[in-house]
């Protein structure tokens, strides 16, 4: 066991939340209405800035891979940032793949303010007050928690939880959850929607059968059949064992090569080793010369304060056309204040101030969002 903050997910890890998610090359619409790809992903950077994924969007297996890799880095920092108890590292890699599938806020609760310190702080969740005070029973009770989509308990969903029940405890997950036994696990209604479901401790009592019965056999295509030897034509009686294959020392393999981590994008790189992460840290706590600085401080807040200013500017001036100018054209053309010089002016010169303020705003927007996409691009800060 170790502290969160000093451990990553482990290989077999990640390639349980590889498994669990499935890879699609092209985009789709998951449980939440949110478009994903790949590996369930919702974000790229190809453009050299953290972008959602669009309806029509595709990915290969290479890039996906590439991509998961990164994103999982993202989100097991709130595991580090949430949970103070040790943990086992099936456990670390179980709350990993919550923060992945439902973001770090699962573990890290929204935003309150400090009464000490006047600043922000995060309120916590059920399960990390659960896990670091060290209750079991209600950790695997808030691990099946999520089980719910749109308002309905989902089959997938349900399986998904159970297997990170199983995984927390160490216990086998594929074969229970997602093989041929798990058919009987659940009971659907017309709509797919569970109508009943084999409780988790049925569920862990099958794991932990599965699991004396011995080691799973290996794919076909990795096993190896050693040629077999002429049987002696008197043979000597030898005991059978069962387990005597178990006890056998495998006939040893290359390790595998480590697999090089996936390339990071501009906008990831160069993290300062003092940043502070704005998850941990209450706002007027935060230091500049630790390498962190508030939001609204970045070229990324002020990209989108002027986005949002030209959007209003835009809507305040289309409506007074609508009211005041348009109006006055009428009312001017189809009456004798046509022939009024003064009249004529003084509508002309609003017209021509309501271009050029329309002008204006459009240049605020295209202006904010260069700026926005320029403080994406070059942040360099988990802060950001």
Same mark, same amino acid.
Not at 100 to 128: H, S
Not at 224 to 249: H, I
């Given at each position: 066991?170790?502290?969160?903050?000093?451990?990553?997910?482990?290989?077999?890890?990640?390639?349980?939340?590889?498994?669990?998610?499935?890879?699609?090359?092209?985009?789709?619409?998951?449980?939440?209405?949110?478009?994903?790809?790949?590996?369930?992903?919702?974000?790229?950077?190809?453009?050299?800035?953290?972008?959602?994924?669009?309806?029509?969007?595709?990915?290969?297996?290479?890039?996906?891979?590439?991509?998961?890799?990164?994103?999982?880095?993202?989100?097991?920092?709130?595991?580090?940032?949430?949970?103070?108890?040790?943990?086992?590292?099936?456990?670390?890699?179980?709350?990993?793949?919550?923060?992945?599938?439902?973001?770090?806020?699962?573990?890290?609760?929204?935003?309150?303010?400090?009464?000490?310190?006047?600043?922000?702080?995060?309120?916590?969740?059920?399960?990390?007050?659960?896990?670091?005070?060290?209750?079991?029973?209600?950790?695997?009770?808030?691990?099946?928690?999520?089980?719910?989509?749109?308002?309905?308990?989902?089959?997938?969903?349900?399986?998904?939880?159970?297997?990170?029940?199983?995984?927390?405890?160490?216990?086998?997950?594929?074969?229970?959850?997602?093989?041929?036994?798990?058919?009987?696990?659940?009971?659907?209604?017309?709509?797919?929607?569970?109508?009943?479901?084999?409780?988790?401790?049925?569920?862990? $009592?099958?794991?932990?059968?599965?699991?004396? #019965?011995?080691?799973? %056999?290996?794919? @076909?295509?990795? *096993?190896? /059949?050693? &040629?077999?030897?002429?049987?002696?034509?008197?043979?000597?009686?030898?005991?059978?064992?069962?387990?005597?294959?178990?006890?056998?020392?495998?006939?040893?393999?290359?390790?595998?090569?480590?697999?090089?981590?996936?390339?990071?994008?501009?906008?990831?790189?160069?993290?300062?080793?003092?940043?502070?992460?704005?998850?941990?840290?209450?706002?007027?706590?935060?230091?500049?010369?630790?390498?962190?600085?508030?939001?609204?401080?970045?070229?990324?807040?002020?990209?989108?304060?002027?986005?949002?200013?030209?959007?209003?500017?835009?809507?305040?001036?289309?409506?007074?056309?609508?009211?005041?100018?348009?109006?006055?054209?009428?009312?001017?053309?189809?009456?004798?204040?046509?022939?009024?010089?003064?009249?004529? $002016?003084?509508?002309?010169?609003?017209?021509? #101030?309501?271009?050029? %303020?329309?002008? @204006?705003?459009? *240049?605020? /927007?295209? &202006?904010?969002?260069?700026?926005?996409?320029?403080?994406?691009?070059?942040?360099?800060?988990?802060?950001?």
């Amino acid at each position: 066991m170790a502290k969160p903050n000093e451990m990553t997910t482990s290989p077999a890890g990640r390639e349980a939340g590889r498994f669990r998610e499935g890879f699609r090359s092209k985009a789709y619409q998951c449980t939440a209405g949110r478009w994903t790809f790949g590996f369930g992903s919702c974000f790229h950077y190809r453009n050299g800035f953290r972008e959602a994924v669009k309806e029509y969007d595709t990915i290969d297996r290479a890039e996906s891979a590439e991509l998961f890799d990164l994103l999982w880095n993202e989100h097991e920092v709130g595991v580090g940032l949430a949970i103070t108890a040790d943990l086992t590292q099936p456990q670390f890699d179980t709350l990993a793949d919550m923060c992945y599938n439902l973001g770090r806020d699962v573990l890290l609760g929204g935003w309150e303010t400090d009464p000490a310190t006047g600043g922000k702080r995060r309120k916590g969740t059920g399960i990390q007050r659960a896990v670091n005070s060290g209750a079991i029973e209600r950790v695997e009770s808030e691990l099946m928690r999520w089980i719910y989509s749109g308002g309905r308990r989902d089959d997938g969903l349900y399986s998904r939880c159970a297997s990170r029940v199983l995984q927390w405890n160490s216990l086998p997950f594929k074969e229970v959850c997602y093989g041929p036994g798990a058919a009987d696990l659940l009971v659907l209604n017309p709509d797919n929607s569970i109508k009943s479901a084999v409780p988790i401790q049925i569920i862990k $009592a099958r794991a932990r059968a599965f699991q004396s #019965a011995g080691p799973i %056999a290996a794919p @076909a295509e990795s *096993v190896r /059949v050693p &040629a077999t030897p002429p049987a002696p034509s008197n043979p000597a009686p030898v005991a059978s064992k069962p387990d005597e294959k178990r006890d056998t020392p495998a006939a040893a393999t290359p390790a595998p090569a480590a697999k090089q981590k996936p390339p990071v994008p501009k906008a990831l790189k160069e993290y300062s080793a003092k940043t502070v992460d704005i998850n941990h840290v209450p706002l007027p706590n935060v230091k500049p010369e630790n390498g962190a600085k508030p939001f609204y401080e970045s070229e990324r807040f002020w990209g989108m304060f002027w986005v949002a200013s030209g959007n209003i500017l835009q809507q305040l001036i289309r409506r007074g056309a609508l009211v005041g100018l348009a109006p006055s054209w009428v009312l001017l053309l189809a009456t004798d204040a046509a022939k009024d010089p003064t009249a004529i $002016a003084v509508v002309s010169t609003l017209t021509v #101030a309501a271009v050029g %303020a329309l002008g @204006a705003s459009i *240049v605020m /927007v295209r &202006a904010g969002i260069t700026k926005k996409r320029k403080g994406d691009a070059t942040a360099t800060q988990t802060l950001y």
